[in-house]
């Protein structure tokens, strides 16, 4: 049951409890994991399956074992208690030899997307084993530090011979003209993105997905990025400025925003 109780600065559990000394001191020391992330309206959120088939998958790749998304269920419940608007995150490392994995849940306030739009500086790193979640970003959050300080909002992926992949922290979609499309490549197919990209055909929007470089980006008319957040638009890559279009930035944050919320 959740109510107008406003999310804590920062609570975290372990396994149900809050978290101890020992719980933290050992994941700050051991960065092999994944995570997802999630905001939560009225105690709902968008895509609650693709988060847990996205928990189970990774903990099998990694862990050789699954995790049961009711537990996941649980752990967020309990931790939320009577907030009902928050940002929150499941973190999952390896339990015990042959034992379920242990989730981290962190709770904080909802984070408020402002709608200004980006401008992303080209960097030349692709994550790697992309199409998990994991922990570890150094060189996420290193490039990003480094597109922060040149002015820019955020980083963009690319990888040999400048392919566009991803944002530092967000999927990326472009519009030729014709279609959305999103670059072909290791890229992590985050929520919003899968969300999003099989509901535009339904809204009169054409997708697609291949490999763009950098030296193309200015044959595209707009661009966006997608995140836990929503959907933002782009207004600047490097030098190359996107003149936008009015109408699929609306229409794609339509999309979004139709997407039916779910209990937890």
Known sequence: MTSDTPAPELLIEVDGHAATEADLALRALNSYGHFTAMQIRGGRVRGLALHLARLDSASRELFDTGLDGERVRALLRHALGDVGDASARVYV???????????????????IESGKA?????????????HIKHLGGFGQTHYGALAERAGHDSALLTGPDGVVLEGAIANIG?????????????????????LIEPRLAAAGLRSVRRRINLAELPEYRAAFVTNSRGV????????????????????VTAVYEAVEWDSL
Request: glycine share 10%; hydrophobic share 40%.
């Open 174 to 194: 472009f519009w030729d003209g014709d279609s959305v499309v999103w670059p072909e490549g290791p890229v992590l197919t985050g929520i919003s993105m899968a």
């Open 93 to 111: 490392h390896a339990g015990p030899a042959g034992g379920e994995p242990t989730l981290m849940v962190t709770v904080r306030p909802p984070a």
């Open 232 to 251: 933002a638009p782009v207004r600047r890559i490097d030098d190359v400025e996107f003149s936008g279009d009015e109408a699929v930035a609306r229409t």
């Open 118 to 130: 980006q401008s992303l500086m080209s960097v030349p790193y692709a994550r790697p084993v992309a």
